[in-house]
């Protein structure tokens, strides 16, 4: 299988690349980067060096894709993927897009987020493509629109107590979500260099981030009714790494052991979901560069509200690995294949 | 004025002698550590070497305490002050206590989170030393128990709009914390060493965390009545600092700008709480090595909900920072004295 | 193949586990750990958790080792191996060890450096397991002594100009080098706590570390004649990673282009050694997670002196993943299999 | 007395705000910022906000600055200063400039490493700001050249061993420094972005850096011969400090107890100098936020060489504190005043 990455020059491109350097079967053979363009590969990531084919790659200007490759990654800032999905499409390619671009049903919703959709046709065709809740879709997609990392974290946190209507709803749901910088890509700003982020923590959009309705529509979704949510981002000081503290109420009756058993038997064929043992706290690092959450539940006695901890890495489980995961599905290949790695720890 | 500090060894013991060492009238004239009497102090902290009389203390065994000092900073474990503090106070000393020995005001509580209260007699007389709301107290207090990081951090967020009776108390408020390593104490734990905390982000007590009972305490007295709390700590890769996530509903007709001018009107008298303007999120650089809290106030339309973000460094104003503003408030000397030093930035 | 692991519950023993975890043909069947004896392995270490078979393995007493495996990794504190090694043989099993303790080949340095040494029988037989170097003896050895860290980078990047006799000896050479923290391994100390070592960067053992014999042993055996060394170790802020630079001066006439040369022409067929473009700087991020050593070669027109930057990781490269390409050599594999994966970047 | 910070907007001139919110008898009058101008300051810098009069503070463009304060630092980029100090040195103002502007004697020799020099008349009226060795001349100056960073790392560590001439110069001197990425400005730039820097450690212009003509025209000054120097800038993933471990061959009979003596005595007068016991690791931290510069002295019996550590906070004594140090002499305050702060440790 012939695959392209377009927008291979960002930290999204990079974890494809690493992720996708010892597929037997597949070859990556396209890359692109509008500003990089003219580089070679691994001139640009010297980690990459002496790796697959790597070394005979130059990063070209993203023209006249159509054709080129079988499946298409599209790792670019939001609005661009819904400018070249339609003739990639046309040219028989699989796309999984990494951006925004097709995660919103509503496109009244997306204009209000981000701006005039583009292909609003297309919608109806995308995918959402968290394989732990819409598996079989993606298995027949062509067009897949990869999750936000903030999302995915939360949504597999709630998926299973949402799907069985265990949820008090009466009141919003509360998540407070910390991420690690690679979530902002990799741009040469003043609010992500080192000085300002190191030994520093922080808040930022702390209301009206864009991955608000994208947890909303998924989440209602899940719930069969219209969820509430109350998000926040922050900014740790660390490369990788998403961790969402969830809280909810239950409906009368439901207690935590029942509750680690709804989780367990929701996610018994998920291999890349980890419902951890009572009492254990998930952290970031037992997830660092793989396809992995972990999720932790906990009973708060003085409050009688419950927490759901969820971790993931917001680069690999939260963007590139999830896509290998779709580019698995809709190539009709296990959802693991090439994404069995532990973490890298410490 | 001659200072004794008993647990010397420790990070808030070095943080009062950070805080100490410039002050013109004042001397410490004693430092203990039951692990490392008989070292100079320069010996085991260099960073102090060189700086007020420090180059001439011995850390010493806490022994005879009594007489050696008008005022002790007791910055041990929980359990150790309420040991001493009987016969300091006997000796005519006044007595800061750093632990949580006398925090809690009902003996019944404190043996239910910690162990069975040595000294039940003194806490009538102990004063939460939380100057921004207990001033006048401690002013004329002989015995202070400096409050908790994750507790400072919290109430000085939510003092003013329960005061003020806003807050929809009929469902728990939710305190999602984060913390700095420092938070810990200086201890030789694998859970604390650099490679399992660098680059790694995870909660830790995530329900039942000691500060707990502390909160709700000064909360509910804020409030006029019982307030329950869903309280979360996390452990952020970083030395220094809180932040604490905040969100609750207010009751219907208040509005973010009108809470604003509560907040400042509440401390407008204060010298170490900083109300942002909206729109601006506090960071934890920002009080690197302060006394402050930066509070950040937001409303979220989407779910409905209020946000308080606040900051602090847990080892300054967490800790010894409090500590020496109320050492000035019981000998009548400006709050602020010794402590007008800005952030460490970047 | 049965592999064992003697002290799994170090970072070289984790290190270990997460690069065996997915070989087809090999098995991990026994980890011990004195400590942790008891403990189920992903207990333990929750990030192995649903790798390989590590759910079904139990952390187990070191005790009757022999014929539990086929080959043993000692990844235990120096002193250990000793005593194990000639039983271990004894029973057919093929034998690893990442102490110190067969890596010097006179006893008498062994002793004025460690201790007496238990087994100086057993030194002949060991093999000094840098692959680059040593490789044929490797592939025929029961006992491989796999180098210290700091001495895999200085080694790797001056075998070229001290085999070819380039260097000028008449003066020591210099070796100035940093390491990451999980090169003291995993233990409770308070120099190794985060408070301590974040934000904070120093020498430590600045005259006098140990692993100062074996690149002189080394070294002397590529020259052919004693070698002198000025060798400097530093603490970094860092998880993982190695970089030294070394100042050596020139025999007349040798020029940086010339020196490239040899150097791509010495690791021509070695698949782990990077030697970059003239004016690339190395950095440890580029071989994170890997067994790549990448070297960056500079000569200073200022002082005359060339100047050559050796990056490795301290934990793969300089310990288990040498361990496992020593394993593949051993065992008649190629160097490489499951040593293929880049680096986790960033 | 009236202070003006040209380029206030970067690190240096933040630290400069730190460094003089709290004297009694000077006021900064003026901050300026090309980029930044029309900025209330503490609108860019919130840490500074409610500290001396910086509230009332608008970042301005630098223009008409002559006769608006009595002491003007410049803290811009190279070649700013050289254009405005004559005219500020015209209004009776003294200047301490932060950049290299007047920091190289010989015009040629700036030409040659940055660019031809604008006011090669103001060279000989500027006086290298390193108050240990050029305190008498600062006294007097109305143009101070404040030293680079690295440059105050290295010659404080070699000065008191060349004037005593025991240093062997026949070989090069090894200057192997390594620093926090507050050396290189608050500038948005994808190298020293945090994801590029965090849990990363590489060289930079490894042969060839600007500072390196700097050290060899003082080292050669206080040798009284000409010094070659390999001098190696590495970036260590820390907001504040430079490390430097410095190699060098004493002439015969030099002993390391005689040596740690004549540190002794040279620097008896220093109070910013602390020469460590021997046997006493420096580390950054210990001096983080200080104008301390730490040295450590040691002897190899392997190599038969010595090596000097020496830690400065690259921002502090490197920039800005030794700036306010220079502004004490010239203006016949104590050296001390405002700097007596202890580090921020941890």
């Given at each position: 299988m012939r695959l392209a990455i377009v927008g291979a020059s960002g930290y999204a491109g990079l974890e494809l690349l690493r992720l996708l350097s010892g597929r037997p079967d597949d070859e990556v053979v396209l890359v692109t980067s509008r500003q990089e363009a003219g580089q070679p590969l691994c001139s640009f990531f010297p980690a990459l060096s002496s790796m697959a084919n790597y070394d005979d790659l130059v990063l070209e200007e993203p023209r006249d894709l159509g054709g080129r490759a079988d499946v298409f990654f599209l790792a670019t800032g939001h609005g661009v993927a819904m400018g070249l999905a339609s003739g990639l499409l046309a040219s028989g390619a699989k796309v999984i897009d990494l951006s925004a671009d097709f995660r919103l049903k509503d496109p009244a919703v997306f204009a209000r987020w981000y701006a005039p959709h583009q292909a609003p046709e297309l919608l109806?065709?995308?995918?959402?493509?968290?394989?732990?809740?819409?598996?079989?879709?993606?298995a027949r997609a062509s067009l897949v629109a990869n999750p936000g990392c903030y999302p995915t974290s939360v949504i597999l946190a709630l998926a299973p107590v949402l799907g069985a209507g265990l949820a008090d709803l009466s009141r919003p749901l509360v998540a407070d979500s910390k991420s690690g910088?690679?979530?902002?890509?990799?741009?040469?700003?003043?609010?992500?260099?080192?000085?300002?982020?190191?030994?520093?923590?922080?808040?930022y959009k702390t209301v009206g981030h864009r991955h608000t309705p994208e947890m909303i529509q998924e989440l209602s979704l899940l719930a069969g009714q219209d969820v509430r949510l109350a998000f926040t981002p922050h900014l740790l000081p660390i490369n990788r790494g998403i961790l969402s503290t969830i809280y909810l109420a239950l409906k009368p009756g439901a207690g935590l052991a029942a509750l680690r058993e709804l989780y367990l038997d929701f996610y018994k064929d998920s291999r890349f979901v980890r419902t951890r043992p009572l009492g254990h706290d998930p952290q970031t690092a037992d997830v660092r560069g793989t396809n992995f959450c972990d999720l932790g539940l906990f009973h708060d006695p003085e409050s009688g509200l419950?927490?759901?901890?969820?971790?993931?890495?917001?680069?690999?489980?939260?963007?590139?690995g999830q896509a290998v995961a779709n580019l698995n599905l809709m190539t009709g290949r296990p959802e693991c294949l090439g994404l069995g790695l532990p973490a890298l720890r410490p």
């Open positions: 109806p065709l995308a995918v959402y493509g968290l394989p732990e809740i819409h598996g079989p879709e993606i910088v690679t979530g902002a890509g990799r741009g040469a700003l003043i609010s992500n260099s080192f000085c300002e982020v190191q030994d520093n923590f922080k808040t419950f927490k759901i901890v969820s971790v993931i890495d917001n680069l690999c489980r939260g963007a590139a």
